[in-house]
C-alpha cells in the first residue's frame, strides 16, 4: 500500500454502528436488535423521549447500553459513576443493573437535559440510586476521591467533554476498584482519529488518550466497534 495519510470515511458512513442514528435502517443493526435487545419497558420509554430531542445523537446506544449493563453485573458492581448524563438513558440502564443498595453518581452540567430523565428514573422505581450532580465533572470526581471513595466503586462510563477525557480516565482509575471496569465512548470519534487535524483539539484529545490507553500497563483493555467506539479499561 502506498504510504500517505488515509483516507478518512464520512461521519455518516462510520455512524452506522449506532442503531438510532445512521443504522436506524440497516437491516443488519436491525437483526441484531431483533435477536438481542432486552430492554426495560421504561428505558424503552426513556429512549423514544430523547429521539425526540434535536441533540439525540448524543445518546448512548441502545446497544451498547445493554453491554455495558452486562458487564456490571458480571463483576456484580454496586457503585458506578457515569460522567456526562444527557437526558439520563444510560443512568437508568446502569441502576436497573446495579442492586437494590447500588449508587450511580451521575455527573452532568445540565439541569435542562438531565431533567428528561429524572420522572423516568421515578417511574422505574430506581431514582434513589441516581445521585445527580449538576457541577463540572472534575469537581464531582475530585471530591469523591476527598470523601475517602477511592478503589471503592466498579464501574465507570466517560462520555463528556473530550477535552478532559484524559483526567476523567486518571480520576476514574483512583476511584475504579482493581478488577474494576471504565468505559470510554466515542473513542472513534465518527472516524476522525484516523487523521486528527492538528486543529480539531477534540479529535487530537481523544486520539492522545487512546494512545495513552494502549501502553497503560495498569489496565487491560479492548476497543470495539460499537456505537461511534467504545474503549474497555479493566483496571488491575
Request: glycine letters at 8%; hydrophobic letters at 40%; charged letters at 25%.
Amino acid at each position: 500500500m502506498a504510504s500517505g495519510r488515509r483516507q478518512v470515511p464520512s461521519y455518516d458512513v462510520i455512524n452506522t454502528f449506532k442503531s438510532h442514528t445512521g443504522a436506524k435502517d440497516n437491516p443488519l443493526m436491525g437483526y441484531v436488535l431483533d435477536h438481542s435487545l432486552r430492554e426495560h419497558p421504561v428505558l424503552k420509554k426513556l429512549k423514544l423521549c430523547t429521539l425526540e430531542h434535536p441533540e439525540n445523537g448524543m445518546m448512548v446506544a441502545c446497544e451498547q447500553a445493554q453491554l455495558m449493563a452486562n458487564l456490571a453485573k458480571l463483576i456484580k458492581a454496586k457503585k458506578a459513576i457515569e460522567v456526562g448524563v444527557f437526558t439520563g438513558y444510560n443512568a437508568l440502564n446502569l441502576a436497573l443493573a446495579l442492586p437494590a443498595d447500588g449508587k450511580v453518581v451521575a455527573c452532568d452540567v445540565s439541569e435542562e437535559f438531565t431533567s428528561v430523565g429524572k420522572p423516568f428514573w421515578k417511574e422505574a422505581g430506581v431514582e434513589h440510586k441516581i445521585d445527580l450532580r449538576i457541577q463540572p465533572a472534575l469537581q464531582t470526581l475530585d471530591e469523591l476521591v476527598a470523601a475517602g471513595e477511592a478503589e471503592t466503586f466498579d464501574f465507570a462510563f466517560i462520555d463528556a467533554d473530550k477535552a478532559n477525557y484524559d483526567q476523567y480516565y486518571e480520576k476514574c482509575l483512583l476511584l475504579i476498584r482493581k478488577g474494576g471496569i471504565i468505559a470510554i465512548d466515542n473513542v472513534l470519534w465518527g472516524g476522525k482519529v484516523l487523521n486528527p487535524e492538528k486543529g480539531d483539539k477534540d479529535t487530537q484529545c481523544i486520539h492522545k488518550l487512546n494512545e495513552k490507553i494502549h501502553r497503560d500497563t495498569r489496565v487491560n483493555i479492548s476497543m470495539i466497534t460499537v456505537g461511534d467506539g467504545l474503549t474497555l479499561a479493566f483496571k488491575l
